[in-house]
């Protein structure tokens, strides 16, 4: 008896030490690298493209990007509370030293299409852009270029600390930058309404990651595979980093947006004001650059996505 219990015990022993290299190597060993294949660029500089390029940039960057000085020199966006640490959005300004100012345009359409910053290391976290038009990212990267005020260079540069759990992801491979297949992306005309709405909302803009049910199980190449597409309940955070739960904007009658009507959705993508009259959460960022168009778009492809029915309590925090 005493030897088994002697040998459980070396056996158990081993174990323990095993777990205990492998949360040493997680939590103090170097990311793992990729290798950088930077995308031939062909960057127009119209003002055409600036115009859009400023558009989304103010979309989709600004919200979390945005500094006090109101350039794109990042801001803190998760505390050191949270799951994954705390993070600091980066510098996307044009500082040669500490910004964007260090990456060639192929470099940075990589980084913006994979994850993969210049150094083989991933951004983490980032809304990754796979499924962007080429003319939409081209535009961004012609923006964050130019000469306005938002990109002027800001010499600052924040070091995020990353928690154990987006550590323990990457490294055990549960989470991945995303491929580059290099195959041309076009985005549907504006004359085929529904597959435009599909892509504003499911791969221009992020709406279909904030409204679906978890970034971590959303599909980055089939949004529409996604658990609970558009049925809200991801965790979001206001710009007081206070987190709250997406909402369900599937045409459900009860628990979404069945029963708006196509102004009252506008009223709340482009001003923030929900379908009683109530300012919506600061999570939910203001679209008021989008046109008549493309809001008509989105709202003709969201009445097509099955309504889910998924209650979420707005006013309650996520955690």
């Known amino acids: 008896m005493k030897k088994f219990l002697k040998i459980t015990g070396i056996i158990l022993g081993v174990i323990l030490l095993l777990i205990l290299c492998v949360a040493a190597w997680i939590n103090w060993g170097g990311m793992p690298g990729y290798e950088v294949k930077p995308i031939t660029a062909n960057i127009k500089t119209d003002s055409l493209t600036l115009a859009k390029g400023q558009k989304v940039a103010e979309n989709i960057c600004a919200y979390c990007h945005r500094g006090e000085d109101g350039r794109l020199s990042g801001r803190l966006i998760m505390k050191p509370d949270s799951p994954f640490g705390e993070i600091w959005s980066g510098n996307l300004t044009k500082d040669p030293d500490h910004g964007l100012g260090r990456y060639s345009d192929g470099e940075l359409l990589y980084l913006l299409r994979t994850g993969i910053k210049r150094d083989g290391h991933p951004a983490l976290p980032f809304m990754i852009m796979n499924r962007m038009a080429d003319e939409d ?25 990353l928690g154990f759990l987006p550590k323990a992801l990457f490294k055990l491979g549960a989470i991945k930058p995303v491929e580059y297949k290099g195959e041309p992306i076009i985005a549907p005309p504006p004359s085929d309404q529904v597959a435009y709405g599909r892509y504003i909302s499911a791969s221009l803009y992020f709406c279909a990651e904030c409204h679906s049910a978890s970034f971590e199980t959303f599909d980055q190449w089939d949004p529409e595979k996604s658990p609970g597409y558009f049925g809200g309940g991801n965790v979001v955070e206001d710009l007081d980093l206070n987190p709250v739960f997406s909402a369900n904007i599937t045409p459900h009658p009860e628990y979404g947006i069945g029963n708006w009507t196509e102004e009252q959705f506008r009223l709340a993508v482009r001003n923030g004001i929900n379908a009683d009259g109530r300012a919506l959460s600061f999570a939910m960022p203001k679209f008021a650059l989008l046109s008549d168009e493309e809001l008509s778009a989105i709202w003709a492809y969201l009445r097509t996505v099955p309504p889910l029915d998924n209650q979420v309590v707005r006013e309650a925090t996520a955690r």
């Open 137 to 161: 990212l081209n535009a961004l990267v012609a923006y964050l270029r130019s000469d306005a005020p938002s990109v002027e260079p800001v010499a600052v540069e924040r070091t995020s600390k």
